[in-house]
């Protein structure tokens, strides 16, 4: 019997009748993105610290690429104050995916007097130039970052691609429409544009993901025991970075974290998840961001995030 469709009917095919679940469609989305970029801009570059939302940023560049290489490199802004088990990832993944990857360093600028450390010994606001110099001097005119809506309100009114000025500033009353998911990289000498794969993914669309694909991730994501001492709220490590201050009580927790930026002002929060369905589920009860509950560099004012990104954080 024949299988040709007639005349006035559409191919009953199973990938026909098949919708795409919400996970595959973040992913068709990124992938999009991606392709798009490097068919519109000279000279991308990704922003890869090693963690969870950079790693899966990478693995779905890869697949967007696939069987050819990552069409750009990966650029780390590392303030010298970065978890160690991040920094020895972040080498083994690019190395894994086969992606170039190049370090600027914070502590080369205080080194030799580019930047000053700063009272609160926080360094994350301190990347800033490192970064611009590297964009710059790099001639990249697309620079892909992390950064999600969920995270933070300053992110949440980003758009997907994020014209910068020629001093790397973002303007958030210059901002263009998406619409149909056309996207307009048009930009001056000397301006570049930001570009976030990620922005329509939540918290628990990552970890879901970090399942479906099975993406390792540093081990400090998962449940482990450290020295911790309770500052401001938050569960802060006690390391060389952070030491423990004149007559604070300190503990051995049960600790993970949800994001992995600089040691100085990233905190742990207590938990027993050692698996990635245990994260899931843990992600799934929390009333709080990630960078709500655990970044005091985003507590430094109102509008922290959104002052630093004016100035051309990422």
Known sequence: MSTTPTAGTAPTTARALRPLSELQALESESIHIFREVAATFAKPVMLF?????????????????????????????????????????RDEASEFYGA????????????????????????????????????TSGKHDAVFGGGRRDEERARAKERIFSLRDEFGQWDPRNQRPE????????????EHVRVFPLSNWTELDIWDYIEAEKIALPSIYYAHEREVALRDGMWMAITPVTPVRDGEPTTRRSVRYRTVGDMSCTAAVLSEATTVADVITEVGLSSLTERGATRADDRLSEAAMEDRKREGYF
């Not at 619409?179 to 000397?190: E, K």
């Open 100 to 135: 170039r990857l190049k370090v600027a360093s914070v502590q080369d600028y205080i080194d030799d007097g580019r930047l000053r450390e700063r009272p609160d010994g926080q360094r994350n606001p301190l990347q800033t130039v490192p970064l611009l110099d590297a964009i």
């Open 49 to 89: 610290s090693g963690g969870k939302d950079s790693v899966v940023m990478l693995h779905l560049a890869a697949k967007a690429f696939w069987p050819a290489p990552v069409p750009f490199e990966l650029l780390h802004v590392d303030t010298g104050h970065n978890f160690p088990e991040v920094l020895t990832y």
């Open 179 to 190: 619409l149909w998911s056309l996207y307009n990289g048009r930009h001056l000498p000397g």
